[in-house]
Every structure is written in structure tokens, then in C-alpha cells.
């Protein structure tokens, strides 16, 4: 039977999803799209190495003011509009905690936004907010708390 040892199943605070999985058989492992993984066997032992920017719901802690927040982090890539990823990672939002989210935190603001400027997600809106507690290139959203 193959046992399947776990040497990494972590979220950083780079917002940086690292997964290194070995095992004595091929390791069958769906990983989310477009992931580039490597996959290599030495001696009888099988590996599976990969690492992804991560978009998903993760806890967020701000130890500096002692509070933590039920998020979706959302890796932004170039050339997508802040507003138009606040309203898709707004939408993961309510699937997975059944509520909207309120709040969306960059690390900085895009050039000629407002501070609170408010996003319409429906008949909701989403206010976007700086937050040093965001990792460069991603947005999270959430409630207040």
C-alpha cells in the first residue's frame, strides 16, 4: 500500500500555496489549473513538488493589532482590473461562508482609487481599503470582523 508523506501543505505569507508530497508509488494529486508541478522519482521514491499564488478563503492575522479575519485571498495577475477581481473573489466569498463580504483590503491602492472607494458586487458593494497585512499583488476580502 502507498503511503504518502506530506514535507510541505503550507500557505505563506507571501500568499504563496507550497505543497511536497513523497511516497513509495506514483502520487495522484489534482492540483488546481494551470500549476506547474514537478514530479520526479529517485531510488523508489516518488515526489511531488509545486507551488502556486493562492486563491481561496485562509486566515489572516494582523498580530500587530491582535485581530485575525476569515478571508479569501485572491492572487491578482498582471493586467486584471482591481474592480473586476473584487466582484470574483467577492462571489467565492458568499460560496464559501454563505455571507458577502463587506471589505476588500490591497496593500496599495490603485493608482487613482479613493480610500473606501466602493466596488458594486449585485446589489451590494464591496469598500477597498489599503492594509499592510496583504501580501503584494493579491486583494482579500471579508467582513469587518
Known sequence: MAEIIT???TLGN???YRLHLMSNAPIERELP???EEIRSVDAGTYSLKAAWR???PCRLRYVQY?????VILWA???GEKVSEQIVLAGDEYFSYFGKRA????VRKMPAGAALGVSVPVGENEISLFDAEFVPDGFLAVGNGH
Open 7 to 9: 514535507l510541505a501543505d
Open 102 to 105: 463587506e471589505f476588500a483590503w
Open 66 to 70: 491582535r485581530w485575525e479575519r476569515l
Open 54 to 56: 493562492y486563491r481561496g
Open 33 to 35: 489549473p494551470g500549476v
Open 76 to 78: 491578482m495577475n498582471e
Open 14 to 16: 507571501d500568499g504563496v
